[in-house]
């Protein structure tokens, strides 16, 4: 199975600030995703990280908010930016194997903003 | 358009009992299905999957499930249900509307097991 390596674990930040999450996956990986968990509920795509090119982002989540790169195959970030306590949840990269018809996801970043 | 819903919110079930975890689909294709399990503070783990191959999967720690094409449901089952068991399932499903590229997630089922 693909191996999939998210930094930070976890993180405390203040409103209004930004933060980015960096995710690291291995050479089997073809296609890369953010996904968002907020507490106590299920996982919600927020985009699709395209290499060398601008993420596609699903309907309620926008660029400007959730700013994605993806530099290369195996490397993506996040930016989680102007921070209010309603952003505070776990956010999970994910990595599609095709070869074996199947996501596997990181160990998630949970987000707590005070 | 996809979906996935799971009839339970949360099952509590006895140790040494089965297991089963209800999960029904909505798809215009021919579905791709996963159930993860999630422990509490930890990652995403994958169960099993169908993908088009035998009706019956089977899993990791003796957990299997069984593609019902006529009843669209892919439900996971356990014969014997032990305490490191306890944690969030999600039922999970993929079509050709996204080339299979992307998941949609079911709201999930709790699973606790009392000793």
């Known amino acids: 199975s693909a191996v999939i390596s998210q930094k930070p674990s976890r993180d405390i930040c203040q409103r209004g600030t930004s933060l980015t999450i960096q995710c690291q996956v291995d050479s089997q990986v073809t296609m890369m995703f953010w996904y968002r968990q907020q507490p106590g509920q299920s996982l919600t795509l927020i985009a699709t990280?395209?290499?060398?090119?601008?993420?596609?982002?699903e309907s309620g989540f926008v660029i400007d908010k959730f700013p994605i790169s993806r530099p290369n195959l195996t490397f993506s970030t996040l930016t989680v930016s102007n921070m209010s306590p309603e952003d505070s949840s776990i956010y999970l990269c994910?990595?599609?194997?095709?070869?074996?018809?199947?996501?596997?996801f990181g160990p998630g970043t949970r987000l707590l903003v005070l | 358009a996809q979906s996935v819903t799971q009839l339970d919110s949360h099952v509590s079930v006895s140790e040494g009992t089965p297991v089963l975890l209800r999960c029904n689909y909505s798809s215009s294709y021919s579905p791709s299905l996963f159930w993860y399990v999630q422990h509490p503070n930890k990652g995403l783990q994958l169960l099993l999957k169908?993908?088009?191959?035998?009706?019956l999967v089977k899993g990791i720690n003796g957990f299997e499930a069984e593609f019902k094409k006529s009843e669209t449901s892919f439900h996971l089952t356990k014969p014997s249900a032990h305490m490191s068991d306890a944690a969030e399932y999600f039922c999970?499903?993929?079509?050709?509307?996204?080339?299979?590229?992307?998941?949609?997630f079911g709201p999930g089922t709790s699973l606790s097991v009392i000793p």
């Open positions: 990280a395209n290499q060398g090119s601008e993420a596609t982002y």
């Open positions: 999970v499903v993929s079509d050709q509307t996204t080339s299979y590229d992307k998941v949609i």
């Open positions: 169908y993908t088009s191959a035998a009706t």
């Open positions: 994910s990595g599609r194997d095709r070869t074996q018809e199947t996501q596997y």
